[in-house]
């Protein structure tokens, strides 16, 4: 079995902005004409939070920093593969990624890994019912067609996407009934006396109040129920003793953000705590492996930008612009600390789920069964939780969060693949090996 | 006016923008769930993303293909668990 090859000087993974960043400055190199190409498994580039501007620049929700930096992409020259998701490195520098059409092969000098983060979910009681969704999660379906308008949406969960998610939905003409942040005001209160140091975020938090007018926004807030019979028709909100029912058509329910370590994971790179382990020029553990944006730890759309800069120069020899860049990056870092403290999850969260609520989705695994288990590897055997196709990206999050389990590695194929992809697979393999 | 692709799902031809995903294409049929789980329980999108597999369907006979990140083709058939 054939499949097509190509061979770059340096591959990306993941087109959000830290890759889109790290692939036009490795492209900027003296060293001139170095192969880059970015893969990513969405169908364009802009990863999560610039989904579908690249197609559709006009839109009345599409930002001038997004489109900004796709027209350095295309004027620099950078190569994208869309719909391609890498599942396996069957040598070093090599690596298979799999499309609707079949599995193809990419060689590399240098790799940057900018995989960004996943939203994170926790259990509560019809959280599986159709029409419960991820924030970013209802955010990337309108983004990618779903239509919105007239319908009533709970958004709920905790961190700055809640704000984002919402004031998106409204200018999409959603009927947003309800933001509730699960942080205390407190908090939300010291995180707004803590942005003095970044004026453009507090334009930035002006700005979404002033297209949020009108919506509830409570903090101290959470769901503890979501209610339908085969599909969602209501949510039910705790706040203080008091708990009441909000009718809706969607709820947009996600707890901030966990970062996607598996894939560097499976490359080697260390990621001890769930962040993947870089140095002072986003070098992994792994030389000639960089990690930029979400991965190396959530910390938002300017700090991915200025750290996936600082990859692409870095993998390209260019040290001395790099260093440039440090203190921009130490100083988006504080911010990123301080939005961390800010949207920590409170220990109430640990008792939504009920003995019958499902945890792991994949294998319908319940919560009642979970809690009989000693460890992650104990569940795994006795419950298959984390076993299903998403391989406990999903429920992975919320045991660590509920029961404080780890999962301990990734093996390939790094995501479930068609049987044709682990042929490809294996003739690689055997081809080494004679 | 943005071009536009014509799709069945289960059976029933569904009209999108172009550039929408497959799951565009399922919401717009009408169909309440995606899929169903290993305990027969109703499904739809959660991480929209392409993390979560709560969106599989088949695609032209290929199944578990994750609709929220496949872009809708003139006459695919996309086919529902229902």
Same mark, same amino acid.
């Given at each position: 079995m054939n499949s097509p090859r190509h061979n770059y000087d340096v591959l990306v993974?993941?087109?959000?902005?830290?890759g889109l960043a790290a692939a036009v400055c490795a492209r900027q190199s003296n060293m001139g004409g170095a192969r880059v190409v970015i893969v990513d498994d969405n169908p364009g580039l802009g990863g999560q939070i610039w989904r579908g501007e690249q197609r559709n620049p006009q839109a009345k929700t599409a930002t001038p920093e997004a489109a900004e930096w796709f027209k350095r992409a295309q004027e620099s020259q950078v190569e994208f593969i869309s719909g391609a998701r890498v599942y396996d490195q069957p040598e070093k520098g090599l690596v298979l990624a799999e499309t609707f059409d079949g599995a193809i092969e990419l060689r590399y000098q240098k790799l940057i890994l900018a995989t960004g983060a996943r939203e994170l979910f926790l259990p509560f009681p019809g959280w599986t019912l159709p029409n419960v969704m991820g924030a970013g999660g209802l955010q990337a379906l309108v983004k990618s067609g779903l239509p919105i308008e007239g319908k009533k949406v709970v958004v709920a969960g905790t961190g700055p996407l809640l704000l984002a998610v919402a004031a998106y939905l409204r200018k999409r003409g959603a009927d947003v009934a309800l933001i509730a942040e699960q942080a205390p005001l407190k908090s939300l209160l010291s995180f707004g006396l803590g942005l003095w140091r970044s004026p453009?975020?507090?334009?930035?938090?002006?700005?979404?109040?002033? !297209?949020?007018?009108?919506?509830?926004?409570?903090?101290?807030?959470w769901p503890v129920a979501a209610n339908g019979d085969e599909q969602l028709r209501s949510v039910r909100l705790r706040r203080g003793r008091k708990t009441w029912d909000v009718q809706c058509d969607y709820?947009?329910?996600?707890?901030?953000?966990?970062?996607?370590? !598996?894939?560097?994971?499976?490359?080697g790179c260390e990621a001890p705590d769930g962040v993947v382990l870089v140095d002072e020029v986003q070098q992994t553990t792994?030389?000639?492996?960089?990690?930029?944006? !979400?991965?190396?730890?959530?910390?938002?759309?300017?700090?991915?930008?200025? !750290?996936?800069?600082?990859?692409?120069?870095a993998a390209t020899g260019q040290l001395e612009k790099a260093r440039e860049l440090f203190a921009e990056r130490r100083k988006l870092q504080q911010f990123a600390d301080l939005l961390n403290r800010t949207f920590a999850l409170r220990e109430e969260l640990k008792r939504l789920p009920q003995p019958d609520t499902i945890v792991c989705r994949c294998e319908d695994v319940s919560f009642a069964r979970l809690e009989k288990q000693t460890a992650w590897r104990a569940a795994k055997l006795h419950t298959r939780c984390g076993m299903g196709p998403c391989q406990g990206r999903i429920c992975g999050a919320a045991i660590e969060f509920l029961f404080g389990w780890r999962p301990e590695s990734v093996r390939p194929p790094v995501f479930p693949v068609k049987v044709g992809s682990l042929i490809q697979d294996a003739t690689l393999i055997a081809g080494r090996e004679q | 006016m943005p071009e536009t692709i014509t799709l069945s799902v289960d059976g029933r031809s569904v009209t999108v923008p172009e550039g929408s995903v497959v799951s565009t294409a399922v919401f717009l049929s009408g169909a309440v769930a995606f899929r169903l789980s290993v305990t027969g329980q109703r499904r739809g999108p959660l991480c929209g993303m392409g993390i979560c597999f709560e969106c599989r369907v088949t695609i032209n006979g290929q199944q578990h293909a994750r609709s929220c990140q496949i872009l809708c083709r003139d006459s695919m058939d996309v086919r529902t668990d229902e």
């Open positions: 993974i993941g087109g959000g902005p830290a453009g975020k507090i334009i930035q938090a002006i700005k979404l109040k002033r !297209e949020l007018a009108g919506v509830p926004h409570l903090s101290g807030c709820l947009a329910c996600g707890f901030h953000l966990t970062p996607n370590v !598996e894939l560097a994971v499976f490359f792994v030389p000639g492996v960089y990690c930029a944006g !979400e991965s190396t730890g959530i910390g938002g759309l300017e700090l991915s930008l200025v !750290e996936g800069r600082i990859a692409g120069l | -």
